[in-house]
């Protein structure tokens, strides 16, 4: 993919690892498929990728690399033990990618949506029992839409974030603060 690209362009200045599996299922009852399956998947393949990629990006000292992780690679969740592991790795991963291209004027971070309707989550969604939990959650109330992702990929590929390397941009609508209802309004105002 990469050779095929870059023999078409002449050069690669943006990638963007997007793919992405899950298998649901309690901690106890994943298989050794499942397992391999989704860390193939979600860490092994944007590492390599990431190395061919870079492979063209370090002569031009120039390239833009975007992992899209999770919001848990940064929380755990029950029933994500693969797909959380895999997404954690996909940080620790953009970390060290950062440390070992930055010289060369490549810059790597991580993308972290937090709970978008996709069609590995479809079926979540068929449920208005988990999505008025998952709502509730949410600091901003609602799931999101891929149109929220946008602005950040179009800033981590630009050179508007060409001192941005390394880090996790976390796209959740509110959930990593951890909050998980607003004050009522007879409280507020007297916090502290």
Known sequence: MVEEAHGAYGKIDVLVNNAGCNVRKRAVDVTW???????????RGPFFLS??????MIPR?????????????????????PYGASR???????????DDWGSYGITVNCLAP????TA???????????????????PLKRP?????LDGAVVFLASDASEYVTGQTLLVDGG????????LPEEFEGRRG
């Open 61 to 81: 000292r120039y390239g833009r690399i975007i992992n899209v992780g999770s919001v848990t690679s940064v929380f755990g969740y029950s029933g994500l033990a």
């Open 144 to 148: 999101g839409e891929p149109r929220d």
């Open 33 to 43: 498929e499942d397992w391999n399956l989704v860390l193939e998947t979600n860490l």
């Open 175 to 182: 959930i990593s603060t951890g909050a998980t209802k607003a």
């Open 51 to 56: 190395q061919a990629a870079a492979r063209k």
């Open 120 to 138: 590995q989550s479809a079926a979540l969604y068929e449920n208005k029992a988990w999505v008025d939990y998952i709502c509730d959650r949410i």
């Open 114 to 117: 937090g709970w978008f309707k």
């Open 88 to 98: 954690g790795g996909v940080k620790q991963l953009t970390m060290s990618l950062a």
